[in-house]
């Protein structure tokens, strides 16, 4: 079965500071990766995915992730946070006409 | 389209009621999930639908929780008797797919309490 893990599950950051949010997923085979943002009162909504090409992916509002396969890893990047990125952040994985399994979620508030 | 529309916004309720919570896709979506977040388990996904038939349940809780998708634009979820700790935001969701190519679209989620 798959699963997800994030391992902070609460991180705050000053404006301008780089951001880098973990996330392992356990699965063999071939998968996909999505990062979804929740931000404060809103629903979740897609923030950039992988399923195939590149491994460096990159979504809205300047953020990247890269998948790195040997560590079964797909990290949320950005080099530089604003205010407007305080929200939650959820890794999730598929691995083809698979239900996605998403992650605990990573609580991110950037103080001005 | 409108996007995802869930109703009720926000529901307070008593233990041992019976609490219905709606759920409209986006129109021309085959698929329908419905999901719990808390803040101990996160983002659950208890069940999904694929044109209007229950494909996996394996998310469900118990069998107080039902959940029926009668056409392809509404859906219900079903909590019969309802208890304290079903107290979470429950999110519905639409997709074209289960392929990773297709994006998963939330409603804005309907916020339980149970007092």
């Known amino acids: 079965a798959q699963s997800v893990s994030q391992h902070n599950h609460h991180v705050i950051l000053s404006e301008a500071a780089s951001l880098e949010l973990g996330c392992n997923y356990s699965?063999?085979?071939?998968?996909?990766l999505f990062w979804y943002v929740q931000y404060p009162g809103q629903h979740l909504q897609l923030l950039l995915k992988?399923?195939?090409?590149?491994?460096l992916v990159k979504g809205i509002k300047g953020f990247e992730a890269e998948f790195i396969k040997s560590k079964f890893s797909f990290n949320l990047r950005k080099p530089s946070v604003q205010w407007s990125d305080t929200a939650e952040y959820f890794c999730?994985?598929?691995?083809?006409?698979?239900?996605?399994?998403f992650g605990i979620g990573t609580k991110l508030q950037v103080i001005p | 389209d409108a996007g995802v529309i869930q109703s009720p916004r926000h529901e307070v309720t008593e233990m041992g009621q019976e609490v219905t919570l709606r759920c409209k896709p986006i129109?021309?979506?085959?698929?329908l999930f419905w999901y719990r977040q808390t803040m101990m388990r996160g983002l659950e996904l208890l069940i999904y639908?694929?044109?209007?038939?229950?494909?996996?349940d394996s998310g469900m809780p118990e069998d107080r929780f039902s959940a029926k998708m009668p056409n392809a634009s509404f859906s219900t979820l079903k909590i019969q008797p309802s208890e304290p700790r079903d107290s979470a935001v429950y999110f519905c969701?639409?997709?074209?797919?289960?392929?990773?190519?297709?994006?998963?679209?939330f409603g804005p989620g309907t916020r339980l309490t149970v007092t």
């Open positions: 129109s021309g979506h085959d698929y």
């Open positions: 992988y399923f195939s090409g590149d491994p």
């Open positions: 999730a994985v598929n691995a083809g006409y698979q239900k996605v399994t």
């Open positions: 699965y063999g085979g071939t998968v996909n």
């Open positions: 639908f694929n044109n209007n038939v229950p494909i996996d």
């Open positions: 969701a639409s997709s074209q797919g289960l392929a990773a190519t297709y994006e998963q679209y």
